[in-house]
């Protein structure tokens, strides 16, 4: 389902350390998260350019500014939730999305089922009505779609062109969680493991 959130996981699958921006991040994030912001799950491939996407420091750099510059404060995340966050701090959004505790209703409706899920909808505002009936059209938009029009089913849930080459990038301080690479995206697409859509 175009909504679900990612399979329970215990850690993140990368590991990067040690660059001087934060920015530098931004690769490994999108592969960590799918090119999908972490709160809604917009996909990159809704909007026209990844530049929509931010880097949020989950912890505020306001309240933790040692943590600007490490990689598991990082979360990839569209400008509407970056903006509704702002400075307020939440739960690891990693952990919580992962948890299995977050599950969207065919109506639109974001459940959830735990305290720090039900803290994270609350401080994202993911409920609120806009959010519901823009998660209402798309859900139709995928029916209809893969009913009627499999070309743009495929061209609305695929992949990004521009899957980031990790093996090629070398983090200054070094990589915490190197076999992750071998599971990134871009080597499961030179395996031929790489589904049509996600
Ligand atoms: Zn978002």
């Given at each position: 389902?175009?909504?679900?959130?990612?399979?329970?996981?215990?850690?993140?699958?990368?590991?990067?350390?040690?660059?001087?921006?934060?920015?530098?991040?931004?690769?490994?994030?999108?592969?960590?998260?799918?090119?999908?912001?972490?709160?809604?799950?917009?996909?990159?491939?809704?909007?026209?350019?990844?530049?929509?996407?931010?880097?949020?420091?989950?912890?505020?750099?306001?309240?933790?500014?040692?943590?600007?510059?490490?990689?598991?404060?990082?979360?990839?995340?569209?400008?509407?939730?970056?903006?509704?966050?702002?400075?307020?701090?939440?739960?690891?959004?990693?952990?919580?999305?992962?948890?299995?505790?977050?599950?969207?209703?065919?109506?639109?409706?974001?459940?959830?089922?735990?305290?720090?899920?039900?803290?994270?909808?609350?401080?994202?505002?993911?409920?609120?009505?806009?959010?519901?009936?823009?998660?209402?059209?798309?859900?139709?938009i995928a029916?209809?779609?893969?009913e009627n029009?499999?070309?743009?089913?495929?061209?609305?849930?695929?992949?990004?062109?521009?899957?980031?080459?990790?093996?090629?990038?070398?983090?200054?301080?070094?990589?915490?969680?190197?076999?992750?690479?071998?599971?990134?995206?871009?080597?499961?697409?030179?395996?031929?493991?790489?589904?049509?859509?996600?």
């Amino acid at each position: 389902m175009i909504f679900d959130y990612p399979e329970p996981r215990t850690a993140r699958r990368h590991g990067p350390y040690g660059y001087s921006r934060y920015e530098s991040y931004r690769p490994w994030l999108r592969d960590e998260f799918t090119f999908r912001c972490i709160y809604c799950l917009k996909r990159e491939r809704w909007g026209q350019v990844t530049a929509e996407y931010e880097l949020d420091h989950f912890q505020p750099q306001t309240l933790h500014p040692d943590l600007e510059l490490s990689y598991d404060n990082l979360v990839y995340a569209c400008r509407r939730c970056n903006n509704v966050k702002r400075a307020q701090a939440v739960d690891d959004p990693f952990a919580v999305a992962t948890s299995g505790h977050l599950k969207v209703l065919g109506s639109g409706e974001l459940l959830a089922i735990s305290g720090d899920a039900i803290r994270l909808v609350r401080v994202l505002d993911l409920n609120a009505e806009i959010m519901i009936q823009w998660r209402e059209m798309w859900l139709r938009i995928a029916e209809l779609a893969e009913e009627n029009d499999p070309v743009l089913y495929r061209n609305l849930f695929r992949f990004p062109e521009d899957i980031p080459r990790l093996d090629r990038l070398i983090p200054t301080g070094g990589n915490a969680r190197p076999d992750g690479v071998v599971q990134s995206w871009f080597a499961r697409q030179e395996r031929d493991e790489l589904p049509e859509s996600y």
